[in-house]
């Protein structure tokens, strides 16, 4: 494989290995913040052992991704140096914030939520539990205005070093082979810079997105006790405020930034738009191919599809067209990098310009079949909730529906990586979008050979990590809350129908 494939897969690999924990991290500190308020408005102390328990996994996933995080950092260094030298006054300033709103924040109130409980008042261990719940928060702000001004550019000019010196090039200037190493974007507006065209709408999307991870990880665990017959007071407790929880994220997610996210992406990014869709012909009434195959060298997609539902989604209109790839990118920005090119020409290049189709539109329609997914698993579990039936496990359909929770877990999990996906392979070929390719942007140095060796390291260290994760969290499931073991007697119709749990388990 190539130095460019290569570094891709490496960066790849390590970011999603790392975003398996943070938005559990965000989630489940929202969880925390719900549970001590809830503690301290009825002074109940079932709510206080949940909050001690659910910030012992906490604990546990903040650690991982700290650490695993870290790694990244140093690859812009050895793998994307001249990204890095490119981008560094804007990066370096949302990193440098990260930094400074994030982790000091964290890291000053980390050691009061977990060691404090004996130590401080509830009222000043609810004020640390808030600050380590907004740090976390900050954290995802900063990372996703970096990456949201790498997809939709905003409050920059561009810089060439000439003779020493610095000039200002004209807005529009082309990036060309010539400039690589010699020009840079540099800040103009910070603020501009931050509230980019898409930042907001794609920060609003993360955000839900961690918290229906948080929100998932508490229904799964406490569905695990339920059907276990194990510390029943705390799993109905955790299921009621996890359950809750989820159904607002998910609910906002999927009938609200979802849609929002998308019109962000048909308005600043129409390329990456018809890759998501597999749109090739620009034409009225363009329907929704509900799933399917995209077959790019006869540029069509087959699969079920609805006439005139994305035209709708996309402009509130059933007959206004969506865009295609065919029209796309548009011929004027082809011909301010192909002056002398003649149509028939363009219409060869115009491939170059568009990402893989066929893997964002799988990774895009897997991350709305998730989502929808958990959206219908959320309302079976309201009803019977509502119904009075989420608790009764000598209910088979209730035992079916608590399996279904317990595996819960996964789907954000799917939904947060396969997103991620659509958002970076879909704005391909650029990895600052239509100003620098991801093909100009590696380090002149590194070699195939020396990121194939450190990506076998990665690997190596990052399973025994996961496996670190995994038996971590198995044991401190396993141990449960603290004094709750006994707490409520199991009802004689549970006891048919439950395995009592074995040495093993």
């Known amino acids: 494989m190539t130095t460019e494939i290569l570094a891709r897969v490496q960066f790849a690999f390590t970011i999603m290995f790392h975003y398996i924990y943070p938005p559990l991290s965000i989630g489940l500190g929202v969880v925390l913040v719900m549970m001590e308020a809830l503690w301290l408005k009825t002074g109940n102390p079932k709510f206080h052992n949940m909050a001690r328990f659910w910030t012992r996994i906490f604990a546990l996933t903040f650690a991982i991704g700290v650490a695993t995080g870290i790694v990244m950092e140093f690859e812009f260094g050895t793998n994307w140096a001249t990204y890095s030298r490119f981008v560094g006054d804007i990066f370096g300033s949302a990193l440098a914030a990260e930094g400074i709103f994030a982790f000091f924040l964290e890291s000053g109130f980390l050691a009061i939520l977990l060691f404090g409980w004996n130590k401080v008042g509830p009222r000043l261990h609810f004020f640390a539990t808030c600050m380590v719940c907004l740090g976390a928060h900050f954290s995802a702000i ?44 540099v800040i103009d507006d910070f603020w501009a810079m931050v509230f980019n065209p898409s930042s907001v709408e794609r920060l609003t999307h993360v955000l839900l997105g961690c918290w229906m991870a948080g929100a998932f990880l508490v229904v799964s665990i406490s569905a695990y006790y339920l059907l276990r ?146 959206l219908g698993l959320v309302v079976v579990a309201l009803f019977f909730w509502w119904r009075g039936w989420l608790f009764r496990i000598d209910f088979i359909w209730t035992r079916w529906l608590l399996v279904a929770l317990v595996l819960s877990v996964l789907g954000p999990q799917i939904a947060n990586q396969a997103g991620w996906f659509t958002a970076e392979i879909g704005r391909q070929p650029w990895i600052v979008y239509e100003i620098l390719k991801t093909s100009e942007s590696l380090s002149k140095a590194v070699r195939a050979e020396e990121i194939l060796a450190s990506l076998i390291l990665f690997a190596l260290v990052y399973i025994l990590l996961f496996s670190l994760f995994v038996y971590t969290l198995t044991r401190k499931i396993q141990h449960g809350p603290d004094g709750e073991e006994d707490s409520e007697e199991m009802p004689e119709s549970w006891k048919s129908v439950i395995r009592k749990p074995s040495l093993t388990d």
């Open 229 to 374: 017959g194990r510390h029943l007071e705390f799993a109905k407790s955790s299921m009621r405020v996890g359950l809750a929880f989820a159904a607002v994220s998910t609910i906002l997610q999927v009938g609200f930034s979802g849609s929002q996210t998308a019109e962000g992406v048909v308005k600043n990014q129409p390329v990456k738009l018809a890759a998501m869709e597999g749109v090739f012909e620009t034409q009225q009434y363009t329907p929704m191919t509900l799933f399917g195959w995209v077959d790019e060298q006869k540029r069509e997609v087959s699969g079920p599809k609805v006439p005139g539902l994305l035209s709708f989604l996309v402009y509130k209109n059933f007959k206004t067209p969506v865009v295609g790839l065919n029209d796309l990118p548009t011929d004027d920005f082809l011909k301010k990098r192909y002056p002398d090119a003649i149509p028939e020409e363009l219409a060869k290049i115009r491939p170059g310009y568009w990402p893989k189709v066929n893997f964002t539109f799988q990774v895009y329609h897997i991350m709305i079949i998730v989502g929808t997914a958990l």
């Open 142 to 185: 900063w990372i996703v205005v970096a990456n949201s001004w790498m997809q939709t550019p905003a409050g920059y000019h561009l810089e060439k070093l000439v003779d020493g010196k610095s000039v200002r090039l004209p807005e529009g200037h082309v990036v060309g082979p010539d400039d690589l190493g010699t020009v840079r974007a």
